[in-house]
Structures are given as C-alpha cells and as structure tokens.
C-alpha cells in the first residue's frame, strides 16, 4: 500500500533531522522580519531561497505587483519568495504556503533570541511559531521529497512577506503562481492535541487618514478642527459593528496624531483589522466602516481610508473536506491522531480555497503557544510529528487531485 510505504519511507527520514530542523529555525528567528521593514524580510527570503537552491530546487524572488494608488505605504513591503521542484511552465502541483514577516519590530531577535530549552521541551523566540517554524516544516519536507524522490507532481513553496497585514501585496503574487494547483497546504501555528483547520475568519485591514486643522490650543481654540477628536467619534462608530457572537471584530489597534500637546491635532491616522466568518459579513462591514468615515463630527475636518478585505474565509467545501480526509489518514498512518479546529485567525489559506477554489488545509504547522507574544514558543516535541503528517498530506494530494480549473481573476476585487 502506497501509504504504509510513504509512511516508512518518511519515518526513516526523519528519524535524525530534529538537530537540522532546529538549527534551521534558530536561523530565521534570530533574523528580524517585522511586516513593515521589508528590507528585513528580504535578507530572510535571501537565506531561504539559497536553501532551497542548496536542496536542487529553483528559488526566485517576485517582482512586487501592481499595487493601488491609494496605498503607496505598501512600496516599502518585500517580496514574496518561489521555490519550485520545476519550472513554473510546468504547474504549480501541490503547494505548500507561509509567511516569513512577524509581527516584533527591528531589535527584538536581539532582545530576546532563539531559545532552546530542554527541559521544557519548548523553543522560544519572536516568531518562533508563527511561522518560522511551520516554514522550517515546509523547506524539509521538500527537502525529503527531493532525496527520496517521492513526488510525482511538481512542489511549489511560497514564502510571503507581509501575511501578518492581510498580504496586500503577497496574495496578488499567491493569485499568479497558484492558480490551477493540485492542492494548498499551510503549516500556520497547529493547534495543541493534533489541531488542524478546514474553517478560517476572513480579516481586512483599512488605513483611515484624517486631516484637520492647526490652532494654538490655548489662544484661538476656536479657529482649529481636531484630527483626533474626529477619529475618536470614528472609532466609537466602528465599536458598534463589533457582534463576537457572529464572529463580527473590529479593532483599531494602531493610532498617531497631532503636533503638540497645546496645539489643535491637524491630523490623525489609524489602522483598522477586522475579522468574520463570512465574506458577505466582510463586504458588509467594510462598506459600514466607509460609511463611518465618510460621516463628518467635527466641522472642517476631511478622512479618507484606504484597503478592505485582505484575507479570505477558509470554508469547509468538499475540496476542502476531501483533503482534510486525506490528513486524517495520515496522522492516523503516523500514529498521530489530528482534530478538526475551528480557527479565530484569518491566513492566506483562506484565499486559496475562497479565490482559487483549491483543496486547502490550514494550521498543520508545529504546535506552541502564545504566538505574537513574548511569551511565545514551540512545542520541540511537534517539529518531526507535524512535519511527516504535512509530508504525507502533500504526497496523498498529489495523486488523489488534479491540476484544477484555473479561476478567472479578472473580477476579482483586491
């Protein structure tokens, strides 16, 4: 039976490569990778694509695509990086996504480096488990793949750079390189006990700019018009949609303004994540959050925002099921028994099997806790485990899917 020799021929493999798999994401945690400093996440895309080069694999960075003029922020953004078993002319074949921007500013790897603590059992660090660790699962496993010569169809690997912002730019790169694919697969953050989802939130992130006018706060009040007055009438606005029973958050979670203390605020600008279950709900309060905007509380001030719908709802379709099928036979084959998870999280999975309408599974990755947090770490004891059930997930894919119908993305709103 294919599987059972699969299963052995991964076993035997993976059997001295915990070591390697660790120094490898001592590596990538002890480089910063911060979403906005794409200059950082560039020099980590550096170091993985020579490791995948140094494995036989092609490796290229993108050009970063077309993006929107209302969002030159995203210029400073890196580049998502390919790593192929063949050409691209040949198809992408089964895939296996992730992301190598965190969400810790330049510094931290410094601050507080890889750790390594035995008796615990646990591996700590800024991004250590999301997702460092799930991209050390995915270069291995193309890595056995190329040694054992397991994979029939081709192997593509991508490695965006700004996933932790909703991928405004990766998932434009994602829609080119994995249209028409075998099957996705994503090794987020797995969750503890055998964790994995086929159900994602959907999230957008939105850019609100506020300008108003200068005044000396104290002698001619009157003449000013407050940036941040105006953007706290609109942020008690957005608190309204919040409906956590329906899945429904929004939260302004970054905010700057204003030019002195004693000075009327001439501007004001914050940055807007949202989260739902269903892309209607995300239409619907995207165009909630404009019509909040576009309202006008304080006279003589102008907003304007920018983004929406990043990351799409990963949904349980049948493409979805049949491979979640799949990964239960293979924790099952491997002795490590998997659970179907609802997740609160959004991930570029969901735009995979929402846009592209490929098999999709998500949070197959490494097992840990408190990700985005100093308190973050990986279970050591999950690397191996997660790796051979993702290895086998992706050989299982490749012969029980086909390329899929390519979608056509010309309506598609980005």
Known sequence: MELTHWKNKLDEWFADKEGEMLGLLETLVNMDSFSHDGADVNRVGEVIAAWMRSIGFEAEVMPKPPLPKDEAWMESLGNVVRAGSHPREA????ALIGHMDTVFPAGTAEARPFHLDRASGRATGPGVLDMKGGLVLNMFVARAFKELGLLDVPLTLTF????????????RVLA???NGAHAVLCPEPGYPGGGVS??????GHMLLDIEGKAAHAGRNYEDGASAIIELAHKILAFEKHVDLERGITVNVG???GGISANSVAPNATARIHLTFRTLEDGEKLVEAIRKDVARVSVPGTRSQVSGGIRL???TRTPKVEELWELAQASGKALDFPLECV???????SG??????DLPTLCNLGPEGIGLHSPDEYVTVSTLVPRAKVLALTALQAGHAFTASPKVDLSKWKH
């Open 91 to 94: 198809g992408p074949g089964v």
């Open 160 to 171: 965006s750079a700004d996933e932790e912002l909703g991928s405004p730019t990766g998932t």
């Open 176 to 178: 080119d390189l994995l």
């Open 198 to 203: 086929t159900e994602r939130k959907g999230s």
């Open 254 to 256: 970054l905010v700057k």
């Open 312 to 314: 799409y709802p990963l």
């Open 342 to 348: 609802v997740s609160k999280g959004a991930a570029e």
């Open 351 to 356: 735009f995979c099997a929402s846009v592209l």
